[in-house]
């Protein structure tokens, strides 16, 4: 049964061996960590940043966080900057290199400020280490991990995340911000990408 405004078909479909989370899934998730965050951060929302910033600055990892950010941000009930860095990692390939390389840094100053990093999918959590790395050494009043998405893998380090969408399964996915070479993307749904896409590449 489709929910409203959900197609039956979408451009994708034929690469996708499993749906894991809908769009109406994906949205009801995404709302609760929006009023989690709404609930825990409420009481330091009338801070401000030296130049009268929100306090709060949630940041996103490009490109793949960015269709989620842009949906939480809407379910967080309070004043809060948006902000955007760009690291590499994967490339354009499946398999983690381990190196974190920035391409965009943040515009915004954080520090004495709250950090939310809104992230896309842990995986190794080598990413996410090294930017929390990063950010402490610019002395924020405190700083927090919202990823969508976390695979049950051995590989991943230890790192702690405040706010989890989903414990997933340990295979490519992909929608909803997450690519396989720029694919996929703008699917609403996240599935698991059939491995005969990518698989001899
Ligand atoms: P990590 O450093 O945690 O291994 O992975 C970092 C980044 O790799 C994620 O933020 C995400 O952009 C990408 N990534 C990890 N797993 C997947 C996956 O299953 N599908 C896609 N499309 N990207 C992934
Ligand atoms: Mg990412
Ligand atoms: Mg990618």
Redesign the pocket.
């Known amino acids: 049964v489709l929910a409203a405004g959900e197609r039956d078909r979408y451009f994708g479909d034929d690469d996708i061996k499993e749906i894991l989370y809908t769009q109406e899934e994906l949205s009801r998730r995404v709302r609760e960590i929006g009023r989690s965050i709404t609930e825990d951060y409420r009481d330091r929302a009338s801070e401000r940043a030296s130049d009268g910033a929100p306090g709060l600055v949630v940041i996103s990892v490009l490109r793949?966080a960015a269709i989620y950010m842009s949906d939480l941000v809407r379910e967080i009930d309070l004043p809060l900057e948006m902000d955007y860095m760009a690291v590499s990692s994967?490339g354009s390939g499946t398999k983690s290199s381990g190196v974190v390389r920035i391409l965009k840094d943040l515009s915004s100053q954080i520090e004495g400020r709250h950090v939310i990093i809104a992230e896309d999918i842990l995986d190794s959590g080598l990413t996410l280490k090294y930017l929390m790395g990063v950010l402490e050494s610019r002395n924020p009043a405190s700083i927090e991990i919202a990823t969508l998405l976390r695979k049950r893998t051995e590989r991943q380090v230890d790192i702690d995340c405040k706010y989890v969408g989903f414990e997933c399964p340990d295979e490519f996915i992909v929608g909803y911000g997450?690519?396989y070479a720029e694919h996929y993307r703008n699917l609403p749904y996240i599935g698991i990408l059939k491995p005969e896409i990518y698989q001899g590449k």
């Open positions: 793949g994967y997450l690519d």
